[in-house]
Nanobody
Framework: QVRLEESGGGLVQGGGSLRLSCAAS????????MGWFRQAPGKEREFVAA????????YYADSVKGRFTISRDGARNTVYLQMSGLKPEDAAVYYC???????????????????WGQGTQVTVSS
């Protein structure tokens, strides 16, 4: 059974940084796509970033390009989201998600992911 556990959220001032972690367990994640999504109150869950576990290819939403960096540590089975230059509009619950191969749905679509963590809150003060 896949388990994803996020940590690292909190309150940060605008312009500040946070690093989110997603500890993954329960199987081997080779060929998986690991994604970060976020959901603010009253809004739909939206794609933030994704990484291919094997090749390390990365993908970002336009709104976070140049400010956020996704990475993974195979030895620790952990995916990270380094966030810098945080803005009030980045405030949301951030979720880690895993997508099994093969998948023919867009990686930007939360519906194409099979497993989710419980989420971690990020609050940005202006």
């Amino acid at each position: 059974q896949v388990r994803l556990e996020e940590s690292g959220g909190g309150l940060v001032q605008g312009g500040g940084s946070l690093r989110l972690s997603c500890a993954a367990s329960g199987r081997t994640f080779s060929n998986y796509i690991m994604g970060w999504f976020r959901q603010a109150p009253g809004k739909e869950r939206e794609f933030v970033a994704a990484i291919s576990w094997s090749g390390g290819n990365t993908y970002y939403a336009d709104s976070v390009k140049g400010r956020f960096t996704i990475s993974r540590d195979g030895a620790r089975n952990t995916v990270y989201l380094q966030m810098s230059g945080l803005k009030p509009e980045d405030a949301a619950v951030y979720y880690c998600a895993a997508r099994k191969p093969p998948s023919f749905s867009s990686m930007y679509n939360p519906g194409s992911y099979d497993d989710w963590g419980q989420g971690t809150q990020v609050t940005v003060s202006s």
